[in-house]
């Protein structure tokens, strides 16, 4: 089955202590992407990548780090989290980086920063 | 700076009803518009992705519109059922970098 997933589904953490939340999709996509969700301001890009060794930056970055090293897996870092890092996260990923496609997504990973 | 916007943000309407959710952009040079589906604790599912060229979109009992002279979309939603339950959301193509621009949301609940 072609699916995006997402590991832990859910996390409680504490100030400072490091943590990767895992994203691996089977789709063979060229593009993938980090969102957070936050009540109010909706979905916001965090970080993504255009290919293997290749990310940027998106709208939200600061406290996050990424890798690309597999075409299937992109790994999101808070090397340090903070409270206002308590979020909603989603992977998404696409087949193409210039066609149309549709963007899928995987199921959440619900963080808490204590 | 595209901003996307949703109105209403919260609708509840009974078993049978039609319905228009709308979705409206700041920018009209987008490559396409998606609308998602959310769950309570669950991810986002794709409905509709109507491409720049074209006018609408459908499936099922779901029709979606675009219109990018006037930055505006609608979700139709036809003979609305209680699984239709949920949070609606539609995102615009944000370019080169394939960014999703989402609007906040419309919580849609269907009464039995």
């Known amino acids: 089955e072609a699916q995006v997933t997402q590991n832990p589904r859910y996390l409680i953490t504490v100030t400072g202590k490091k943590l990767t939340v895992t994203c691996s999709q089977n789709?063979?996509?060229?593009?993938m992407s980090w969102y957070r969700q936050d009540p109010g301001l909706g979905l916001r890009q965090i970080y993504y990548?255009?290919?293997?060794?290749?990310?940027d930056k998106g709208d939200v970055p600061e406290g996050y780090k990424v890798s690309r090293k597999e075409k299937r897996n992109f790994p999101l870092i808070l090397e340090s989290p903070s409270p206002n890092q308590t979020s909603l996260y989603f992977c998404?990923?696409?087949?193409?980086?210039?066609?149309?496609?549709?963007?899928?997504f995987g199921p959440g990973t619900r963080l808490l920063v204590l | 700076k595209q901003e996307v916007t949703q109105i209403p943000a919260a609708l509840s309407v009974p078993e049978g009803e039609n319905l228009v959710l709308n979705c409206s952009f700041t920018d009209s040079a987008i490559y396409n518009l998606q609308w998602f589906r959310q769950d309570p604790g669950k991810g986002l599912t794709s409905l509709l992705l109507?491409?720049?060229?074209?006018r609408e979109q459908t499936s099922g009992r779901l029709n979606a519109s675009l219109d990018k002279s006037s930055g505006r979309s609608t979700l139709y939603i036809a003979a609305s059922q209680p699984g239709d339950s949920a949070t609606y959301l539609c995102a615009v193509h944000g370019g080169a970098t394939n960014k999703l621009i989402f609007g906040t949301g419309t919580l849609l609940a269907v009464q039995p």
């Open positions: 990548s255009m290919n293997v060794e290749v990310t």
């Open positions: 789709m063979n996509h060229e593009y």
């Open positions: 109507i491409q720049s060229s074209q």
């Open positions: 998404a990923s696409k087949i193409r980086l210039a066609g149309d496609e549709t963007q899928y």
